[in-house]
């Protein structure tokens, strides 16, 4: 059974920056597994914001976070990372990290694609 737990939420400022983490156990994962991180905000549906690819590194972002955030991993942790830079008021949100085994990037944004799921953790950025 796979286990995702994230971790690195809280209240910055505008501008500000957070590192989120997303530390896996319960297998290994291999070259067509992807990991990726979505956001929920209260009232809104749950968005895509990166992904990587476990085996070969690429990655994906959303347009709405590209150049401010990045999204990396350590096979030998067995962690993904997400790293935000100059936050603003509207990346407030739950992010949630999520992993399935995929044979093509085509649907990497597509939430229900993802088989196994993290707790989620806030991200509060004061204006």
């Known amino acids: 059974q796979v286990q995702l737990v994230e971790s690195g939420g809280g209240l910055v400022p505008a501008g500000g920056s957070l590192r989120l983490s997303c530390a896996a156990s319960?297998?290994?994962?291999?070259?067509?597994?992807?990991m990726a991180w979505f956001r929920q905000a209260p009232g809104k549906e749950r968005e895509f914001v990166a992904a990587?690819?476990?085996?070969?590194?690429?990655?994906y972002y959303a347009d709405s976070v590209k150049g401010r955030f990045t999204i990396s991993r350590d096979n030998a942790k067995n962690t993904v990372y997400l790293q935000m830079n100059a936050l603003k008021p509207e990346d407030t949100a739950v992010y949630s990290c999520?992993?399935?085994?995929?044979?093509?990037?085509?649907?990497?944004?597509?939430?229900?694609?993802?088989?196994?799921w993290g707790q989620g953790t806030q991200v509060t950025v004061s204006s």
């Open positions: 990587i690819n476990w085996g070969f590194g690429s990655t």
């Open positions: 999520a992993a399935a085994w995929m044979a093509t990037s085509q649907t990497i944004s597509t939430y229900d694609r993802y088989t196994y």
């Open positions: 319960g297998r290994t994962f291999n070259n067509y597994y992807y």
